[in-house]
């Protein structure tokens, strides 16, 4: 795929992986360009600050909660990246139908204006919340995959295509518990739900070029899942502090002692590849079912989830995973 003749479009392009999609794109691949999507004017000017001003790069003021703002943006544009969402479990817990607005009906937005504007391929991000959901959030994820994934079936005819990644936790971005745990630090007492808590763990880096690969892959239909390793989370509590008390607090409402990212229906019609798997649409009659003559099938009951890993990260991989985020907290420069 030639990406130099491509005009891109990223919703929440200044979040952090907005911002990390974009330095990579911009750096290796050099887009025709990239139009960042945000609502929110003061990051967007932050961002320019950043040394993001290069002439191939354009800001658009927008909410995905507005179609025809969606529709004005996509003009013109190859590739919709949709990474827009509110994703901190308790505010959307809180202000449930805020999330439902944003994480879902914006979802729809973006589907249905791209369809409208003739893009090429549209890649939602997703998180493993969405599967077997527990909490607002991860339940308002799993109905923007599902919608993703089925409007292959409107734009069958068309040349438009839909998929989706899904992924673990990001170490380090906006809701991470690593910014928590380093600013407890200096208090001695690390607060931890429950000691058994195991997490999927990859860098913002990791998922980005993952994100591109799937996008350079996708025929529409799947849902792209990276193999990823495993972490005890009190072990990344140790490596942070390891002189401070742990306290278990006990888990919190929505969420989960492990996370699944793939369940064992999902496994059925899924397909195991060297560095991924592929889940394919459960509904065969349009495309995106090519995938099993590139790979394997999985084992009946398979389950893919963070306590069954078979990849797991030790205290010395942790540390490598932590340092650039201790350089950050130390020069203040660290969101959580």
């Not at 913002?204 to 792209?224: A, D, N, S, T």
């Not at 995973?321 to 350089?327: C, Q, R, S």
Request: proline share 4%; glycine share 6%.
């Amino acid at each position: 795929m030639d990406w130099t003749d491509q005009v891109i479009l990223i919703t929440g392009g200044t979040g952090s992986f907005g911002k990390k999609f974009t330095e990579i794109l911009l750096a290796e691949k050099k887009p025709k360009k990239i139009i960042i999507l945000s609502r929110d004017e003061l990051k967007q000017h932050e961002m320019r600050t950043m040394g993001f001003n290069q002439p191939n790069l354009r800001y658009f003021i927008g909410d995905v909660r507005d179609r025809d703002r969606l529709i004005r943006a996509m003009h013109g544009v190859d590739i919709v990246v949709h990474a827009a969402a509110l994703k901190q479990v308790p505010a959307c817990e809180y202000n449930p139908m805020e999330a439902v607005k944003t994480n879902i009906i914006g979802t729809s937005n973006v589907l249905e204006a791209a369809l409208d504007a003739g893009v090429k391929k549209v890649m939602t991000i997703s998180t493993d919340k969405a599967v077997n959901p527990v909490n607002l959030y991860g339940a308002t994820k799993l109905v923007a995959e599902k919608l993703t994934i089925q409007s292959n079936a409107y734009a069958a005819s068309t040349a438009t295509r839909y998929a989706c990644v899904r992924y673990g936790n990001v170490v380090g971005s906006r809701g991470s518990v690593v910014p928590i745990f380093l600013k407890q630090r200096q208090s001695g007492v690390l607060t931890l739900t429950d000691e058994r808590m195991t997490r999927f763990w990859l860098s913002l880096e990791e998922g980005v070029r993952f994100v591109i690969r799937c996008i350079e892959q996708m025929e529409g239909g799947e849902v792209f899942v990276p193999k990823i390793p495993s972490m005890k989370v009190i072990d990344l509590a140790r490596v942070i502090a390891p002189d401070a008390r742990i306290e278990i607090i006990g888990i919190r409402p929505g969420e989960k002692l492990h996370e699944v990212l793939i369940s064992e229906d999902e496994a059925r019609h899924a397909v195991e590849l060297e560095d991924m798997f592929v889940i394919q649409p459960a509904e065969a009659f349009w495309f995106g079912y090519q995938w099993q003559n590139r790979g394997k099938l999985l084992d009946h009951g398979f389950r893919y989830s963070s306590d069954t890993n078979t990849r797991w990260l030790d205290e010395n991989s942790i540390q490598r995973y932590i340092a650039p985020f201790e350089e950050l907290y130390k020069q203040g420069k660290l969101e959580e």
